[in-house]
């Protein structure tokens, strides 16, 4: 005990002080910023080539005027069970102009057990549905900034891709099963990290608390002597 108190004393110096206020400080920034570190970027899959401009001048205020759709959420039930699995995929129009668009689900092996659309009314089924393995529909004129959206309960939790064809010109966006299972899987793993940083650092901050308590108090102590 007594040689443990000795090699606080010899840490309680200004240099130990100044380099444990620094470990704080690199400790405090890390756990206000893990959204930024633990962060996995997910890129939907495009057609190779189409993320190249054209050499036309015009192109970006063409662009400007163009619809654009992205599929920003997709969930699937993880398990399969005797009750139907349900089936979730969001569609927004990411662009600057009100436009249409043409999505297309390939369940694969699942099939439909039912299905719901929102907007209710702004949709047209082209073809596949209830008891089938596909599910084509046509959303006419979608706002910028809004969304569509699609429900399912299928026979098992499996798909095969979700498709999102602009009407007119624009770029194609497809989300396969295989990068929803990435996906997925990395979400799961930076919420995994993150509750180990958090673990970390907050056992970094209590013993740091601890060792400079102590140190306060001898240095009081010292003073105390000292008068």
Same mark, same amino acid.
């Given at each position: 005990?007594?040689?443990?108190?000795?090699?606080?004393?010899?840490?309680?110096?200004?240099?130990?002080?100044?380099?444990?206020?620094?470990?704080?400080?690199?400790?405090?920034?890390?756990?206000?910023?893990?959204?930024?570190?633990?962060?996995?970027?997910?890129?939907?899959?495009?057609?190779?080539?189409?993320?190249?401009?054209? &050499?036309?001048?015009?192109f970006? &205020?063409?662009?400007?005027?163009? &619809?654009?759709?992205?599929?920003?959420?997709?969930?699937?039930?993880?398990?399969?069970?005797?009750?139907?699995?349900?089936?979730?995929?969001?569609?927004?129009?990411?662009?600057?102009?009100?436009?249409?668009?043409?999505?297309?689900?390939?369940?694969?092996?699942?099939?439909?057990?039912?299905?719901?659309?929102?907007?209710?009314?702004?949709?047209?089924l082209?073809?596949?549905?209830?008891?089938?393995?596909?599910?084509?529909?046509?959303?006419?004129?979608?706002?910028?900034?809004? =969304?569509?959206?699609?429900? &399912?309960?299928?026979?098992?939790?499996?798909?095969r891709?979700?498709?999102?064809?602009?009407?007119?010109?624009?770029?194609?966006?497809?989300?396969?099963?295989?990068a929803?299972?990435?996906?997925?899987?990395?979400?799961?793993? =930076?919420?995994?990290?993150?509750?180990?940083?958090?673990?970390?650092?907050?056992?970094?901050?209590?013993?740091?608390?601890?060792?400079?308590?102590?140190?306060?108090?001898?240095?009081? =102590?010292?003073?105390f002597?000292?008068?």
């Amino acid at each position: 005990m007594d040689k443990f108190l000795k090699s606080l004393e010899r840490l309680a110096t200004a240099k130990g002080i100044v380099v444990l206020v620094i470990v704080l400080l690199v400790v405090f920034f890390t756990y206000k910023n893990l959204d930024f570190i633990t962060e996995v970027t997910f890129k939907v899959d495009r057609p190779s080539g189409t993320n190249e401009p054209p &050499a036309d001048p015009n192109f970006r &205020a063409q662009e400007n005027r163009k &619809a654009s759709f992205s599929i920003v959420g997709a969930q699937l039930t993880p398990v399969d069970f005797a009750l139907p699995v349900s089936f979730y995929a969001e569609l927004r129009n990411d662009g600057f102009a009100t436009g249409g668009v043409e999505v297309m689900v390939d369940f694969g092996r699942a099939a439909v057990d039912t299905f719901e659309i929102r907007p209710a009314n702004g949709y047209t089924l082209i073809s596949g549905g209830i008891q089938q393995n596909t599910l084509k529909v046509q959303f006419p004129s979608v706002a910028r900034d809004e =969304s569509v959206h699609l429900y &399912a309960l299928l026979t098992m939790p499996t798909f095969r891709e979700v498709v999102a064809n602009p009407i007119g010109e624009g770029l194609q966006s497809r989300l396969t099963y295989d990068a929803y299972i990435a996906r997925s899987s990395s979400r799961w793993l =930076s919420s995994d990290f993150r509750v180990f940083l958090q673990f970390v650092a907050g056992g970094i901050i209590i013993v740091m608390a601890i060792y400079l308590t102590y140190v306060l108090i001898a240095k009081l =102590s010292i003073l105390f002597r000292m008068t």
